[in-house]
């Protein structure tokens, strides 16, 4: 399973770390026993740079840059954190990003394309921004709720909602249980709750199914 987490100036850092951190045990796990890893978990921005900085000012490094929809390296799931959004942060933020447009374009390409999307936070108002959300089933973080429903989502009141190729969750926290619904989907629930053990996290299973 390839996930690459998308950055930008203003994440939160809880809404991409937490993720990312579930994902790379997980892979760890699964490959116990073969030759190697059967995965990889990146964090990725559009263009090429070496460090991103977070809302609470932690620089974070850059694995590389999120393939075009199509190139033999898509992710099988792309996650987008939030952060900023309820701030109105003009310079870096989700709220920031969606207005300068990059990010909802390529996020609108990828799910074109089929990409799976998973957004954590107000994460989703990029998603929104992006049309991604339109008529989707979908939740944000509490301070983003009307919002996203303004947008023209169908807002469900779930701390993770799955709706097929487009997964939310809510606030920050929700980004660990998120992963952690996609890792028992993908390995197991017995490396879902292995990641769980480690992390020391107590899962949550409000998660809204597909209909």
Same mark, same amino acid.
């Given at each position: 399973?390839?996930? !690459?987490?998308?950055?930008?100036?203003?994440?939160?850092?809880? !809404?991409?770390?937490?993720?990312?951190?579930?994902?790379?045990?997980?892979?760890?796990?699964?490959?116990?026993?073969?030759?190697?890893?059967?995965? #990889?978990?990146?964090?990725?921005?559009?263009?090429?740079?070496?460090?991103?900085?977070?809302? =609470?000012?932690?620089?974070?490094?850059? $694995?590389?840059?999120?393939?075009?929809?199509?190139?033999?390296?898509?992710? $099988?799931?792309?996650?987008?954190?939030? @952060?900023?959004?309820? &701030?109105?942060?003009?310079?870096?933020?989700?709220?920031?990003? &969606?207005?300068? @447009?990059?990010?909802?374009? &390529?996020?609108?390409? =990828? =799910?074109?394309?089929?990409?799976?999307?998973?957004?954590?936070?107000?994460?989703?108002?990029?998603?929104?921004?992006?049309?991604?959300?339109? +008529?989707?089933?979908?939740?944000?973080?509490?301070?983003?709720? !009307?919002?996203?429903?303004?947008?023209?989502?169908?807002?469900?009141?779930?701390?993770?909602?799955?709706?097929? !190729?487009?997964?939310?969750?809510?606030?920050?926290?929700? +980004?660990? $249980?998120?992963?952690?619904?996609?890792?028992?989907?993908?390995? +197991?629930?017995?490396?879902?709750? #292995?990641?769980?053990?480690?992390?020391?996290?107590?899962?949550?299973?409000?998660?809204?199914?597909?209909?």
């Amino acid at each position: 399973m390839n996930v !690459d987490v998308l950055l930008y100036d203003g994440f939160d850092e809880l !809404d991409g770390i937490g993720p990312y951190e579930v994902f790379d045990y997980a892979i760890d796990y699964a490959a116990e026993g073969d030759d190697g890893r059967s995965g #990889r978990v990146r964090y990725v921005t559009l263009e090429e740079r070496e460090t991103v900085t977070a809302s =609470h000012r932690t620089r974070v490094g850059i $694995d590389g840059v999120l393939p075009e929809p199509g190139d033999d390296d898509v992710p $099988d799931l792309l996650v987008v954190p939030g @952060g900023g959004w309820n &701030a109105r942060d003009e310079t870096a933020s989700a709220w920031a990003e &969606a207005n300068r @447009g990059a990010i909802p374009t &390529a996020l609108a390409d =990828h =799910h074109e394309a089929g990409t799976r999307i998973a957004s954590v936070c107000t994460g989703s108002m990029l998603l929104a921004e992006s049309g991604v959300t339109d +008529g989707r089933r979908a939740v944000t973080h509490a301070g983003a709720v !009307d919002e996203l429903r303004e947008s023209g989502a169908d807002v469900v009141d779930a701390r993770v909602v799955d709706d097929g !190729d487009l997964l939310t969750a809510g606030g920050v926290t929700s +980004g660990l $249980d998120l992963a952690l619904y996609v890792v028992e989907l993908e390995f +197991g629930e017995e490396i879902a709750d #292995r990641v769980a053990t480690v992390i020391e996290y107590e899962r949550r299973y409000e998660v809204a199914g597909r209909e």
